[in-house]
Each structure stands twice: as structure tokens, then as C-alpha cells.
């Protein structure tokens, strides 16, 4: 896995119907090291999305630099992978061709890229619904597999944008606890990014809070893993992080 690295990112665009100039980010810079997994909070407009969008090469800077690993970002690439908040997944393929289709497009011979679809399926204990189609699954097993079919194509990094939001609380707290289980056992370089500060915080080793485009903090979360909501969600020092944090976003 590789590092992301963000130096005095912006980004400003025309609004026709205000008809003038918009600034959705005015100077970011921020440093996701190898392996490390780095959750994103902040109100809605700060510019979370937009930022994700830009590093996956979606949308281009306006100013600043977007690198992997030392190379340059300059627009979309398998070096980056995306999980979305919809499932984004293809209807009239099945669960394994839906996790083997990056390999496939890497020019993989089907036996191999079965081979690791099965590989990550089994990593996210979806082995038995590999023949199934996605209308076949509840929305938290769609959720796990878009994720490990992001997993599959192995990306540098790993970009999540609120990939949880349309699933119920239980179902939620499950998937949390299967990423932090897959991050561990793979360690990708993941930004994730969330309006849930209790998420943010579950899932990561920093949680870095944006404001009116740009970063206002970067907060440490040095609580020991595996992590799971039975033994955090009383833990002391898990309600003084998410306290810190959710402070820090009101402050904006």
C-alpha cells in the first residue's frame, strides 16, 4: 500500500445561478501515511465530498497537488479504489462477477480473478452468496460487497465516501466492525469519510475535522484494536475522543 499526500488543495467554480465564484475548498493539506486508516468529519458544505472526489480524479484542482505515493494524481486510476454510499453494484452480474470485475478489467484470466474475488468474499464471510445477484441480498451484504469489489481490484488507496449511511443503526455497527477486522487483516490505505463522529472515531487511528474547506484539526485515536462496539461503546476514553471531535465540528 502507498501514502496519499495533499498539499494546498482548492478548488472554486462557477455558480450560474449566484453568478459568481464559489470557493468549495480553500487550502488543504493533509498526509494519509501507508497502511494508516484516516476518517474525515465536518458539517455538510465543507468540503468532504468534493475533496474525495478531487483525489479520486473525478474533479480537477483548482490549485495544490494531489499525490500516491510521490506520483501526481491527474485523474481517475486503479490506484484508487471508491467505495460509494449507493452499491453501485452491476445488477445482471453475480456477487463474484460483481468482486472480480476489476481484476477482469486489469486483462486478469478469469481463473485468477475468480480466484481472488472468492479470496476477499471469504475475507468479508460472503462466501455463500458468491452465485447470488445483488437484488438477492439485504442492503448491508450489497454494502460489503461493494466494498470488498473495491478491495479486489488492490488499489493504493482506498477511498470511502459515507459508504454506511443508507443501512439501519445494527447493520451499520456490523459493517464497521467487518472493516476494521479487513483493515487489519490487509492494512489498505483508506480515507473514509463520514458525518458520523462515532464512526469516524470507531474506525480510525485519526480523525482529521474540516471547516469552511480547509483542515481544523487532526485528532489521534490511540485506542487499542481489535476494536468492537461491545467493549467501546461504555469505554471512557471512546466518549472523551468522540466528545473531542464532535466539539470540534460544533465549533465550525
Same mark, same amino acid.
Given at each position: 500500500?502507498?501514502?496519499?499526500?495533499?498539499?494546498?488543495?482548492?478548488?472554486?467554480?462557477?455558480?450560474?445561478?449566484?453568478?459568481?465564484?464559489?470557493?468549495?475548498?480553500?487550502?488543504?493539506?493533509?498526509?494519509?501515511?501507508?497502511?494508516?486508516?484516516?476518517?474525515?468529519?465536518?458539517?455538510?458544505?465543507?468540503?468532504?465530498?468534493?475533496?474525495?472526489?478531487?483525489?479520486?480524479?473525478?474533479?480537477?484542482?483548482?490549485?495544490?497537488?494531489?499525490?500516491?505515493?510521490?506520483?501526481?494524481?491527474?485523474?481517475?486510476?486503479?490506484?484508487?479504489?471508491?467505495?460509494?454510499?449507493?452499491?453501485?453494484?452491476?445488477?445482471?452480474?453475480?456477487?463474484?462477477?460483481?468482486?472480480?470485475?476489476?481484476?477482469?478489467?486489469?486483462?486478469?484470466?478469469?481463473?485468477?480473478?475468480?480466484?481472488?474475488?472468492?479470496?476477499?468474499?471469504?475475507?468479508?464471510?460472503?462466501?455463500?452468496?458468491?452465485?447470488?445477484?445483488?437484488?438477492?441480498?439485504?442492503?448491508?451484504?450489497?454494502?460489503?460487497?461493494? *466494498?470488498?469489489? /473495491?478491495?479486489?481490484?488492490?488499489?493504493?488507496? +482506498?477511498?470511502? %465516501?459515507?459508504? @454506511?449511511?443508507?443501512?439501519? =443503526? &445494527?447493520?451499520?455497527?456490523?459493517?464497521?466492525?467487518?472493516?476494521?477486522?479487513?483493515?487489519?487483516?490487509?492494512?489498505?490505505?483508506?480515507?473514509?469519510?463520514?458525518?458520523?463522529?462515532?464512526?469516524?472515531?470507531?474506525?480510525?487511528?485519526?480523525?482529521?475535522?474540516?471547516?469552511?474547506?480547509?483542515?481544523?484539526?487532526?485528532?489521534? *485515536?490511540?485506542? /487499542?484494536?481489535?476494536?468492537?462496539?461491545?467493549? +467501546?461503546?461504555? %469505554?471512557?476514553? @471512546?466518549?472523551?475522543?468522540? =466528545? &473531542?471531535?464532535?466539539?470540534?465540528?460544533?465549533?465550525?
Amino acid at each position: 500500500m502507498k501514502s496519499l499526500t495533499i498539499r494546498n488543495l482548492a478548488k472554486t467554480y462557477f455558480d450560474p445561478f449566484a453568478g459568481s465564484q464559489v470557493t468549495a475548498i480553500r487550502d488543504i493539506s493533509l498526509t494519509v501515511d501507508a497502511g494508516d486508516f484516516v476518517s474525515v468529519v465536518g458539517p455538510s458544505g465543507c468540503g468532504k465530498t468534493t475533496m474525495l472526489n478531487m483525489i479520486a480524479g473525478f474533479l480537477p484542482a483548482t490549485g495544490g497537488q494531489i499525490q500516491v505515493d510521490g506520483r501526481a494524481v491527474s485523474g481517475p486510476g486503479p490506484d484508487r479504489g471508491v467505495v460509494f454510499q449507493s452499491f453501485a453494484l452491476f445488477p445482471w452480474r453475480t456477487v463474484l462477477d460483481n468482486v472480480a470485475f476489476g481484476p477482469k478489467m486489469r486483462g486478469m484470466p478469469k481463473a485468477r480473478r475468480h480466484e481472488i474475488a472468492r479470496e476477499y468474499l471469504a475475507l468479508a464471510g460472503l462466501s455463500h452468496a458468491a452465485e447470488r445477484y445483488p437484488n438477492e441480498l439485504s442492503g448491508g451484504m450489497q454494502q460489503r460487497v461493494g *466494498v470488498v469489489r /473495491a478491495l479486489a481490484n488492490e488499489p493504493d488507496v +482506498l477511498l470511502m %465516501d459515507e459508504p @454506511f449511511a443508507s443501512v439501519d =443503526a &445494527q447493520t451499520r455497527m456490523t459493517l464497521q466492525e467487518e472493516l476494521t477486522r479487513i483493515w487489519q487483516d490487509r492494512r489498505p490505505t483508506v480515507l473514509f469519510i463520514t458525518h458520523d463522529v462515532a464512526e469516524a472515531v470507531f474506525l480510525a487511528n485519526r480523525v482529521v475535522v474540516l471547516s469552511k474547506g480547509t483542515v481544523l484539526s487532526d485528532v489521534p *485515536v490511540p485506542l /487499542a484494536r481489535p476494536r468492537a462496539w461491545s467493549s +467501546l461503546i461504555e %469505554d471512557d476514553h @471512546f466518549k472523551a475522543l468522540s =466528545a &473531542q471531535v464532535l466539539q470540534l465540528v460544533r465549533s465550525t
